[in-house]
């Protein structure tokens, strides 16, 4: 079996347009640019993590430049931190490789996080776009076109994906479940990974494929290895801290840190949530404390012991206030 295979996001990765789930406005859009590919504008692809913009970059690739189409793309990280620089000598180098073979029209950059570069870096880009803009097309990816500088977005058409709907999202899963032969308990399932996902069908492909692991996909089994089960554990564990019962929230602590592997910041963050909703004695104290934590961990302390200690401390609160 191919490496990808084993990850369900990869095996089911749309090749096609139509595949594509959801995104209708986006579809017929972009059928009407793939009429007249050989006057491709440059594009601007914002919306949420997991909606389809990476998989629409590459189908566009590949309609566009054939089954080569791997040697006439370029795809970059452009919030990478080795900086513009680097970005604009592999466009350079890549764009020199001008043998245009026939049916080729033109190369594709594909220049992923745009909207974590520096405005200093798209300004930088806006020069590297018009430079080679007769031999590269340029794809920029961002979740958020306001992250982009106006000079930028008025270069590129822009398609704005959206988050997946629910329905949607069940669909593609119902197919990816049939197909794989997996046993589950329809809507409710369903319905259970769409709460802890939110439209992001990566996310929900994935929650599916790491339930699938317990036989059958119910909305326990998909609660069981969702972060809201993460994050309903370190409520209650900060709340039984809080309560002044150290021991129990040790011991459930360093079983989900132990157990889930779940990251010690994580847990931090978590447990920040947690005092906003829940009734702490003293909450000026319960965030500096916490704050601490949060340093001590950046820091390379030795986490379990750590939060072993914060514990530790919330649990002094909740006796105080007794
Ligand atoms: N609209 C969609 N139709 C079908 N599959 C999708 C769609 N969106 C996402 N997926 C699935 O999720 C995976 C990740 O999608 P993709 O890489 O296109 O997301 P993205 O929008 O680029 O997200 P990010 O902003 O995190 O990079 C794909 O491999 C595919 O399995
Ligand atoms: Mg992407």
Not at 43 to 69: C, N, R, V, Y
Not at 135 to 153: A, D, K, M, W
Not at 160 to 184: M, P, Q, W, Y
Request: proline share 3%.
């Amino acid at each position: 079996m191919p490496i990808e295979d084993l990850m369900w996001v990869e095996k089911y990765r749309p090749s096609d347009l139509s595949e594509l789930v959801d995104q209708v406005t986006i579809r017929q859009k972009l059928k009407q640019l793939m009429e007249k590919k050989e006057q491709l504008p440059h594009l601007l692809f914002a919306g949420p993590p997991g909606s389809g913009k990476t998989t629409t970059a590459m189908i566009l690739a590949k309609q566009i430049l054939g089954e080569h189409w791997r040697d006439y793309t370029l795809s970059l990280n452009a919030s990478d931190e080795r900086g513009i620089d680097v970005v604009r000598e592999r466009i350079k180098t890549f764009a020199r490789f001008a043998d245009r073979r026939v049916g080729i029209p033109f190369r594709l950059a594909i220049l992923d996080e745009c909207d974590e570069m520096t405005n200093d870096g798209q300004t930088a880009l806006r020069r590297i776009m018009e430079e080679n803009s007769e031999h590269t097309r340029f794809v920029l990816i961002c979740n958020y076109s306001s992250g982009i500088i106006e000079p930028l977005q008025s270069r590129c058409v822009i398609f704005r994906f959206k988050r997946l709907d629910e329905a949607s999202v069940t669909e593609h899963l119902a197919s990816i479940a049939k197909k794989e032969k997996l046993k589950h308990s329809g809507d409710a399932a369903f319905g259970a990974i769409y709460e802890a996902t939110q439209g992001d069908l990566r996310q929900a492909i994935n929650l599916m494929q790491a339930a699938s692991a317990s036989g059958e996909i119910t909305s326990e089994s998909v609660n069981s290895v969702s972060g809201a089960s993460v994050k309903a554990r370190v409520f209650e564990i900060i709340g039984l801290a809080l309560d002044g019962d150290f021991d129990a929230a040790r011991t459930k602590m360093v079983e989900l840190t132990r157990v889930y592997g779940i990251p010690e910041r994580d847990f931090l963050r978590f447990a920040n949530e947690a005092l906003g909703s829940l009734k702490v004695p003293d909450m000026a104290k319960a965030i500096s404390i916490l704050a601490e934590y949060d340093y001590r961990l950046v820091q390379g302390s030795q986490p379990e012991l750590q939060l072993t200690a914060m514990l530790a401390q919330l649990s002094a609160i909740g006796k105080k206030a007794e």
